[in-house]
């Protein structure tokens, strides 16, 4: 199956390591290079906001959902080539799924870890059949990634809820996987 479009789920702070945006700056140029459109909260701040301005930088296509919530704060990024202003969260993340081909997850807090955890689930019950790509930015992930195993060793996760899961250490791994 080709990507045309992905969802990606990651902080709305920048966090501690520059590691962070640089690798995000660098993927969001990746995802121009391979025509794939952006699919996104819609948000101008953190990680969310450097990857929508790296994408625009590189004339590629984004979409934002967001909620109605985050408008009303101010927080959504005003230069789109589409926004959606849903009600709620809930909305937002099945409407992010809906229309996305494949997911990645970038360094994030517990919205990036619900958003996460949802998708994770969605394919373990097969509501949808979505590859995730987890950019594992200076090891950001690493502990993630053994809990999984873990659990995939004690039986709580069956072979296949894992195997569409990719760990990649730089956004240049992630985009030999995508592609």
């Known amino acids: 199956m080709d990507i045309e479009s992905v969802a990606v789920f990651c902080g709305s702070h920048e966090g501690n390591n520059p590691v962070y945006a640089e690798q995000v700056k660098e993927l969001g140029k ?3 290079m391979l025509r794939i459109k952006l699919i996104y909260g819609g948000g101008h701040k953190g990680l969310m906001g450097i990857l929508a301005d790296s994408v625009l930088r590189h004339e590629g296509h984004i ?3 967001i909620p109605q919530l985050l408008i009303e704060s101010e927080q ?3 230069g789109l080539t589409e926004m959606a202003v849903v009600p709620d969260m809930h909305t937002r993340k099945k409407m992010i799924y809906e229309r996305c081909d494949a997911v990645i997850v970038l360094p994030g807090g517990f919205g990036t870890m619900d958003e996460l955890f949802e998708i994770l689930t969605w ?3 097969k509501i949808h059949d979505k590859k995730i790509y987890i ?3 200076e090891g950001f992930y690493n502990h993630l990634q053994k809990h999984i195993n ?3 060793k004690e039986g709580f996760l069956p072979a296949e809820s894992v195997d569409k899961i ?4 730089t956004p240049v791994e992630l985009f030999n ?3």
Request: overall charge positive; aromatic content about 8%; glycine content about 4%.
């Open 166 to 169: 990719f760990f990649c250490n």
């Open 30 to 32: 990746l995802l121009c």
């Open 76 to 78: 959504q990024h005003k």
């Open 135 to 137: 950019l594992n930015s």
């Open 150 to 152: 873990l659990a995939k």
């Open 63 to 65: 979409m934002g959902i």
């Open 123 to 125: 394919n373990q019950l």
């Open 177 to 179: 996987k995508i592609s």
